[in-house]
Nanobody, 123 residues
Framework: QVTLVESGGGFVQAGGSLRLSCAAS????????MAWFRQAPGKEREFVAA????????RYQESVKGRFTISRDNAKNTVNLQMTRLGPSDTAVYYC????????????????WGQGTQVTVSS
């Protein structure tokens, strides 16, 4: 059983930056693909970014390319999401997820989830 705990959410003005972190425990972190999803009010949960177990491959949702960067530290069992040039449309609860494959973008393919952290971007 893998436990994921997110941190780093908060309020930021449009154009600002935030860094989200996710700490994992209870599994072999270096074997897991890690991802970030988000869910805005009234909307379905959507894929944001994913990273391969060794960290050498990444993929992003089109709307965050060039603004968000996913990274991981397998020695510390953490995955991060650096978010820059934030806009109101980025407002959502952000979730960390773990699963067997980093190439998938469906939330159904990820087995473990954190509790989420709120990101609010004011215009």
């Amino acid at each position: 059983q893998v436990t994921l705990v997110e941190s780093g959410g908060g309020f930021v003005q449009a154009g600002g930056s935030l860094r989200l972190s996710c700490a994992a425990s209870g599994g072999t972190f270096s074997n897991l693909a890690m991802a970030w999803f988000r869910q805005a009010p009234g909307k379905e949960r959507e894929f944001v970014a994913a990273i391969s177990p060794p960290g050498n491959s990444k993929r992003y949702q089109e709307s965050v390319k060039g603004r968000f960067t996913i990274s991981r530290d397998n020695a510390k069992n953490t995955v991060n999401l650096q978010m820059t040039r934030l806009g109101p449309s980025d407002t959502a609860v952000y979730y960390c997820a773990a699963g067997p494959r980093w190439t998938v973008t469906s939330s159904e393919e990820y087995d473990y989830w954190g509790q989420g952290t709120q990101v609010t971007v004011s215009s």
